[in-house]
């Protein structure tokens, strides 16, 4: 009993006493667990910092902004746009470049050519002032710039309204006295347009097309809801930056022929995109009402190439590029444009504009191709027939009429009257057997004209009228004049002398001495 007591004993110190073995510790983490803790803790409050130091530099930066959009300096305009990310580091160095080296070579210049930089310089310094240099003209308004630099301090001196380009840059400038050279996008879309259109007959420059359109598209601006070929410089009362619808339609012309040649759907949308100055009022658009206007700046010009090419832009991005928008603009102006016709032809030769002055050569032929072009649309007979009509005017030459020449005397002056059909290079002579007695030289228009002339003395005379129209063929017409003596003076009545006062006696009466006294 005793022993199985002993025995219970020491089993429970064995389960319970102090020597019993705690077991195993438990594990420590291993350190890649603990390291990535840290690092965890460590991103997020580098991440926290980062997003401190971000806003605070967005917050630096929109400042910076709203500083820039109150600054009417040039440098104000480039800031304003590097900072609103639309120009490059690279560009911004480069634009603020080209205005250092303007402004240091306007202050070597003199004379003309410093005063020719100068108003490239001011117009920008302009633009600047009223806030409308906005990122999108940075690239044309420059372009001027570094053009009108090059010129001013290397080139020779153009001449009044020359044109040049530069290298392969398919961009047009022309020289406007007191203006500077002038990016001029109606010349530089008619090139690009022509050439689009030989791609279309099958004879294509492929490399040169693309490089061309794609540089000329990049000079647009967007002014308002549409992208524009802007002009910047003042011209005819409007100031910069304006537009044509000349040249509006030129470019959609331009760009839906390339699209269509080249299989290149892009222009098309940049085609649609331009379509809205044709939508909007002027000063920002060109919509007349029924008609487009030439320029933005003058709503009441009515110019017929202008309106007409409008037109007919229009009608070619309309069937090229299966445009809606521009089908509902051509159907608008096109009955304006066809009433526009008689109004334009003056009988021998063509205006410029309603109730205007007649056009250049240039002018009316572009005009008669512009006809050619809605004729070739439209199939109307008033646009085929007023083509040849207009075709035929450059064949032929001035009529002139001269009105009888009655009752002409000898020194006493008179009015020869004459009219002629198209204005004119006119020269009036006047002959007798001895050779010319008379010459005069005279530029005219069309229409009746007068000029004073006295004969000389009694006895037959020739009148020769010659006038030469702008397209070169000569029209002449004489008339056969007699001049007689002047009438005689009436002699006047010679006065009567008063009779003699007979002397007649005075009797008086008697004096006392028997006397007559007188």
């Known amino acids: 009993m005793a022993g199985r007591r002993l025995a219970l004993v020491l089993l429970a110190s064995l389960v319970v006493g102090c020597g019993a073995d705690p077991g195993p510790e438990p594990p420590e983490p291993p350190a ?36 820039a959009r109150r600054s009417t300096t040039v440098t104000g305009a480039l800031r304003l746009a590097r900072l609103t990310r639309r120009l490059t580091p ?14 240091a070579a306007l202050g070597r210049l003199t004379g003309a050519r410093a005063a020719e930089l100068g108003s490239v310089l001011a117009t920008v310094d302009q633009l600047a002032a009223q806030r409308l240099l906005s ?69 294509c420059p492929v490399r040169r097309l693309r490089r061309e359109v794609d540089r000329l598209a990049g000079l647009a601006a967007q002014r308002g809801p549409f992208l524009a070929w802007e002009h910047y410089f003042a011209w005819g009362g409007g100031t910069a930056p304006w537009i044509s619808g000349m040249t509006q339609a030129t470019a959609v012309s331009a ?83 066809r009433a526009m ?23 009316h032929q572009l005009i008669a191709r512009f006809l050619g072009d809605m004729c070739d649309r439209t199939t109307l007979r008033v646009y085929c027939a007023a083509r040849a009509r207009f075709s035929r005017y450059v064949r032929e030459p001035t009529r002139i009429g001269i009105a009888p020449l009655k ?28 050779g010319v007695t008379f010459s ?33 063929p000569v029209g002449v017409a004489g008339r056969r004049i007699a001049v007689r003596l002047p009438r005689p003076k009436p002699k006047k009545p010679k006065a009567k002398k008063p009779a003699p006062r007979e002397r007649e006696d005075v009797l008086t009466e008697p004096t006392e001495r028997g006397r007559v006294s007188r």
């Open 32 to 67: 890649e667990v603990v390291i990535a803790e840290n690092s965890g803790a460590v991103k997020a409050a580098t991440w926290r910092a980062a997003a401190a130091r971000a806003a605070a530099r967005e917050a630096r930066r929109q400042a910076a902004i709203r500083r």
């Open 90 to 103: 690279a560009a911004h160095v480069r634009l603020t470049r080209e205005l250092r080296l303007a402004r």
């Open 135 to 203: 990122h999108d003209r940075l690239e044309p308004v420059f372009l001027v710039l570094r053009r009108n630099r090059e010129v001013w301090t290397r080139a020779p001196m153009p001449a009044p309204g020359e044109r040049r380009t530069f290298g392969r840059d398919p961009a047009v400038f022309q020289y406007y006295p007191g203006r500077g050279i002038q990016l001029q996008p109606l010349a530089s879309w008619g090139t690009v347009n022509w050439l689009a259109g030989t791609c279309l007959e099958g004879r």
């Open 255 to 337: 760009l839906a022929r390339a699209g269509r040649a080249l299989h290149e759907p892009r222009w098309y949308r940049i085609a649609h995109r331009a379509l809205g100055a044709f939508e909007s009022p002027p000063p920002l658009g060109v919509d007349g009402g029924d008609h487009f206007l030439m320029y933005s700046f003058a709503p009441s010009l009515r110019v017929f190439n202008g309106e007409l090419q409008a037109v007919n832009g229009l009608g070619e991005v309309a069937q090229l590029a299966r445009d809606r928008r521009a089908r509902r603009l051509f159907r608008r102006g096109e009955p304006t444009a």
């Open 341 to 363: 016709v008689a109004a334009a032809d003056t009988g021998a030769w063509s205006l410029y504009s309603w109730a205007g002055r007649e056009a250049t050569l240039s002018y």
């Open 407 to 434: 009752g002409l005397r000898a020194r006493h002056a008179t009015t020869v009257r004459f009219s002629i059909s198209k204005m004119s290079a006119v020269t009036v002579r006047v002959l007798d057997r001895r």
């Open 440 to 472: 005069r030289d005279l530029r005219l228009a069309y229409g009746a004209h007068q000029i004073a002339w006295t004969p000389p003395a009694r006895g037959r005379f020739r009148l020769r009228i010659r006038a030469q129209g702008p397209s070169g």
